[in-house]
């Protein structure tokens, strides 16, 4: 009998993984509805006192994206007021929410990507992941990648589905 041959772990496909950039720290909601009267008026006054009693250092090194989930305009400077107070201890403020935090944490990651790494090879973008990597991210990949790789699949080994192929 013959040994079985790994042909992929032979071959010159190499694996990117995005859940492998995940940083670490706590996801925060932030909404401000409730810094509101009725939840639907910014008064100012009323505003400010709740941005200066409240608790910012229990935000320390979470990511926070701000969001108000009823119908009041908001204007731009009280997301910047409370931005203020959450940059010296939050890793990454936006205005956004869940989604968007997690495309703004891994673009200026796929931006400085090395890659090196995929030039003139088959490159499978890792497509099963257990932690939230955002859809943006892997178009920032593909984008970043095809530029190099000779091509381009998604999923796993064993069932890729190819996306990009150089002429």
Known sequence: MSDIINRVAQSKLVTF???????????????????????????EKEFRAFVENHNWEQ??????????????????????LVSSRLSPYAKKVIVGNLEELESSIYQPMLSNL???LFKDKPVIIKGCSNKPVPQNAYIA?????????KSVMYGEACSSVPLFKRK
């Open 17 to 43: 993984d995005l859940e492998e950039l995940y940083p670490e720290g706590k996801r925060i909601l932030f909404d401000i509805k409730d810094w509101l009267y009725e939840e639907l008026i910014l008064r």
């Open 59 to 80: 935000y320390q090194d979470n990511y926070v994206a701000l969001t108000c989930s009823s119908d009041a305009i908001i204007p731009g400077w009280a997301y910047m």
């Open 114 to 116: 090395d890659i090196s």
């Open 141 to 149: 990949a593909i984008a970043r990648i095809q530029t190099v790789a």
